[in-house]
């Protein structure tokens, strides 16, 4: 990095002075104090470790899943310091699908069972599928998540960075459309955007240890259409339990039918080809109002896409056929008593 001499401190004058003496005027060396000239130096140093260091900040992106447990969590930190940095992962240690650079090492952090990666200077990023469960109160539709306060590092908890707190934070969710927000907040200071089904909260400079609670419910609202095609809704089925066994098939003679399974907004069955064998799966409905959608991936040798569906749960078995075609979708709905 370039510096001109306009903007060299006073100090820095005196080191380039002393270090012309040093070299004109072999002779007068030993008159220097070279402890002052470490000392100068490190005060030049640091002054610019830390001009650099306002522009350090960190990220946290989660990325909700449609069954309202899990996440994709992507983490950023970007810091200008010379300062070698550390992660800390809580174990059971999550699925960490992408990390960047390589962590220099790693090792395991005993007094509160985490996983410590170290990383160079400059900063890093991670990407981690996170199970969210340890930390949502589900009540019927409504999910209420909040960071844990349990103390760790020195008396720490939640978001923190040291003793220092963060200079710059940015926290942000995005909600899958078969949820709604309900509201959302934090321990510190900062300002609060919402677009939509996304929330972002910035901090104020200087925050540590930061919480979040947030609330978001099942939209019970269901969907008029799935990628441009009309769903019609055929059958309203009652279901005793929300654990449910759902199988598919071809109801007459199989002829390349190939179906894929929305149910409540996630795909719980992607390009099947049916056949007369039925197809077993197991799924869980945790609203009152639920939609299973039969989806067609092709209109095989004879259109339209048709496929028999048979819920059981548990207790009662329910049985019906349903077409798809191009332009529209047959499904059905699962009323939880």
Same mark, same amino acid.
């Not at 490190?42 to 900040?57: A, M, P, Q």
């Not at 069972?113 to 969210?132: K, N, Q, V």
């Not at 199988?247 to 099947?272: M, T, V």
């Not at 496929?307 to 047959?330: H, P, R, V, W």
């Given at each position: 990095?370039?510096?001109?001499?306009?903007?060299?401190?006073?100090?820095?004058?005196?080191?380039?002075?002393?270090?012309?003496?040093?070299?004109?005027? $072999?002779?007068?060396?030993?008159?220097?104090?070279?402890?002052?000239?470490?000392?100068?130096?490190?005060?030049?140093?640091? /002054?610019?470790?830390?001009?650099?260091?306002?522009?350090?900040?960190?990220?946290?992106?989660?990325?909700?899943? $449609?069954?309202?447990?899990? !996440?994709?969590?992507?983490?950023? %930190? /970007? &810091?200008?310091?010379? &300062?070698?940095? @550390?992660?800390?992962?809580?174990?059971?240690?999550?699925?960490?699908?992408?990390?960047?650079?390589?962590?220099?090492?790693?090792?395991?952090?005993?007094?509160?069972?985490?996983?410590?990666?170290? #990383?160079?200077?400059?900063?890093?990023? #991670?990407?981690?599928?996170?199970?969210?469960?340890?930390?949502?109160?589900?009540?019927?539709?409504?999910?209420?998540?909040?960071?844990?306060?349990?103390?760790?590092?020195?008396?720490?908890?939640?978001?923190?960075?040291?003793?220092?707190? #963060?200079?710059?934070?940015?926290?942000?969710?995005?909600?899958?459309?078969?949820? *709604?927000?309900?509201?959302?907040?934090?321990?510190?200071?900062?300002?609060?955007?919402?677009?939509?089904?996304?929330?972002? #909260?910035?901090?104020?400079?200087?925050?540590?240890?930061?919480?979040?609670?947030?609330?978001?419910?099942?939209?019970?609202?269901?969907? =008029?259409?799935?990628?441009?095609?009309?769903?019609?809704?055929?059958?309203?089925?009652?279901?005793?339990?929300?654990?449910? @066994? %759902?199988?598919?098939?071809?109801?007459?003679?199989?002829?390349?039918?190939?179906?894929?399974?929305?149910?409540?907004?996630?795909?719980?069955?992607?390009?099947? *080809?049916?056949?007369?064998?039925?197809?077993?799966?197991?799924?869980?409905?945790?609203?009152?109002?639920?939609?299973?959608?039969?989806?067609?991936?092709?209109?095989?040798?004879?259109?339209?896409?048709?496929?028999?569906?048979?819920?059981? =749960?548990? &207790?009662?078995?329910?049985?019906?056929?349903?077409?798809? !075609?191009?332009?529209?979708?047959? !499904?059905?709905?699962?009323?939880?008593?």
């Amino acid at each position: 990095m370039k510096y001109s001499i306009a903007t060299k401190s006073k100090k820095l004058y005196k080191i380039i002075l002393i270090f012309l003496l040093l070299h004109a005027q $072999p002779v007068s060396a030993q008159l220097v104090d070279m402890k002052e000239v470490v000392k100068i130096l490190k005060e030049v140093l640091n /002054k610019r470790i830390d001009s650099l260091s306002k522009y350090d900040h960190t990220q946290h992106v989660i990325y909700l899943h $449609p069954d309202g447990v899990t !996440a994709d969590v992507i983490s950023s %930190i /970007k &810091t200008t310091s010379f &300062t070698r940095l @550390t992660n800390y992962f809580r174990l059971p240690l999550p699925e960490i699908k992408y990390v960047f650079p390589a962590p220099d090492s790693i090792t395991f952090y005993a007094p509160d069972s985490m996983i410590r990666y170290h #990383f160079p200077p400059g900063g890093y990023t #991670f990407i981690e599928t996170d199970d969210l469960l340890p930390h949502l109160t589900i009540k019927g539709d409504t999910f209420i998540y909040k960071t844990s306060e349990k103390k760790f590092l020195n008396g720490h908890y939640g978001f923190m960075n040291g003793d220092k707190g #963060f200079e710059q934070f940015s926290y942000a969710w995005f909600i899958p459309e078969n949820f *709604e927000l309900i509201s959302y907040k934090s321990n510190r200071k900062g300002k609060w955007r919402r677009e939509g089904n996304m929330i972002h #909260f910035v901090a104020e400079p200087q925050q540590n240890d930061l919480l979040f609670e947030i609330v978001y419910k099942r939209s019970q609202k269901v969907p =008029d259409d799935i990628n441009g095609r009309k769903i019609n809704y055929t059958k309203s089925f009652a279901i005793s339990s929300p654990n449910i @066994t %759902i199988k598919a098939n071809d109801p007459q003679r199989a002829d390349g039918d190939i179906i894929s399974l929305n149910l409540n907004g996630e795909w719980i069955l992607k390009g099947y *080809e049916v056949s007369e064998l039925p197809l077993t799966l197991k799924a869980s409905t945790s609203r009152n109002q639920n939609y299973l959608i039969l989806y067609a991936e092709n209109m095989g040798a004879i259109p339209p896409n048709t496929a028999a569906i048979e819920i059981f =749960d548990g &207790t009662t078995s329910q049985k019906i056929i349903l077409n798809s !075609a191009t332009g529209y979708c047959e !499904a059905i709905l699962l009323n939880l008593k």
